[in-house]
């Protein structure tokens, strides 16, 4: 959980928050949706494969949606100032110029460029009423 802003270095590195990298030494980077980048611990992206390897390989949106999050995909490892190094395609791929927003997404890490993250955030704000009620109700309940 959490909202962080950081910036990305003309190499591509950039400090992920130390709640992020509790005990962990790598990560997983792959292209998100909207123009994110998705990052995941090594027990979660396992937990991911295993759902995406049910998929129906004869389904042509399934063999799309593989390509493009595996064909992205890296292990990051973590320097010893906490940072990782994205590759250059993931880099283009989500726009990352210097300023980046770093959020926690339950299962998730996600990164943007802060400029698409605030023009995201202000073109969803005033659906998100109506997203949660959609999402939420349950026969005729809400949570």
Request: overall charge negative; some cysteine; hydrophobic content about 35%.
């Amino acid at each position: 959980m959490g909202e962080y802003h950081h910036n990305i270095d003309e190499k591509g590195r950039i400090v992920l928050p130390g709640k992020f990298r509790e005990d962990r030494n790598k990560i997983i980077v792959t292209r998100g949706l909207e123009k994110c980048l998705y990052l995941y611990t090594e027990e979660e992206w396992e937990r991911v494969v295993a759902k995406l390897n049910k998929l129906p390989f004869t389904k042509k949106d399934a063999r799309a949606f593989m390509r493009s999050f595996f064909a992205g995909a890296s292990v990051c490892e973590f320097d010893r100032n906490g940072r990782i190094n994205i590759t250059s395609p993931l880099v283009s791929y989500a726009d990352l110029t210097k300023e980046c927003v770093i959020i926690g997404v339950n299962d998730r890490i996600e990164i943007w460029d802060s400029n698409l993250y605030n023009t995201y955030m202000s073109e969803n704000s005033s659906k998100l009423e109506e997203i949660a009620e959609n999402l939420f109700e349950v026969e005729n309940e809400t949570l």
